[in-house]
């Protein structure tokens, strides 16, 4: 497994180009912003995208979405609790677009050789997944290095910390690649990271 991150747009949202170097079939994460910049990696590199997956739906997640979804014609993939249904308006959820499907905790999408495994894991926003390959945790905004994603944009701490401690509860350890800013380890953020050591009972909150 081959991973390639991409910061883009003005908010350096990490994008994930995830091959499978046997197939050279790839899973685009994230897609936020600077289509040109994550179409371009995968023409240089003669990768086949086959997936298009959104760990949640902030706009700065989400902005090159459409110009990936029409060039690679690879499926988009959502959690619903991040998606306006008809009539809605929320500002912090995404609108539905043509060719992006719905997934859920435990589903398992196949890229190559490669198994994306969903895990609910809300509180940044309703809908935030975290997709587990290999060794591998793509976390979104729910877990950074030292920190954890904010709540005020339509989420809960209550409720993220829950997510917290579902991850810190995973066997074994886990490299982790954020949203935003430097990857780190599972195992470090459990022994360092306050947000994650409070939601495991470790630290009395502040």
């Known amino acids: 497994m081959l991973i390639k991150t991409l910061p883009v747009g003005h908010l350096e949202t990490n994008c994930y180009i995830v091959t499978d170097e046997a197939s050279l079939k790839c899973a685009i994460i994230d897609p936020g912003a600077d289509s040109n910049v994550i179409l371009d990696y995968i023409e240089a590199n003669n990768l086949i995208p086959e997936a298009i997956f959104l760990t949640h739906g902030h706009f700065d997640h989400h902005m090159a979405l459409q110009p990936c979804l029409e060039e690679t014609s690879a499926p988009g993939y959502i959690h619903t609790g991040d998606v ?36 609910e894991t809300p ?84």
């Open 123 to 206: 509180g940044h926003s309703s809908g935030s997944v975290t997709l587990k390959c290999e060794g591998a945790l793509f976390t979104g905004d729910t877990l950074f290095r030292d920190s954890c994603g904010r709540t005020d944009l339509g989420g809960s701490m209550d409720v993220l910390l829950e997510s917290l401690r579902r991850l810190a509860e995973l066997p074994g350890d886990y490299e982790v690649y954020p949203g935003h800013a430097e990857s780190s380890t599972l195992e470090r953020e459990r022994n360092f990271n306050y947000y994650m050591r409070h939601a495991t009972g470790e630290l009395q909150p502040k």
């Open 84 to 119: 306006n249904s008809p009539g809605e308006a929320d500002p912090h959820k995404m609108d539905d677009v043509e060719g992006l499907g719905r997934y859920k905790d435990g589903d398992v999408i196949r890229v190559g050789g490669l198994e994306f495994t969903v895990i």
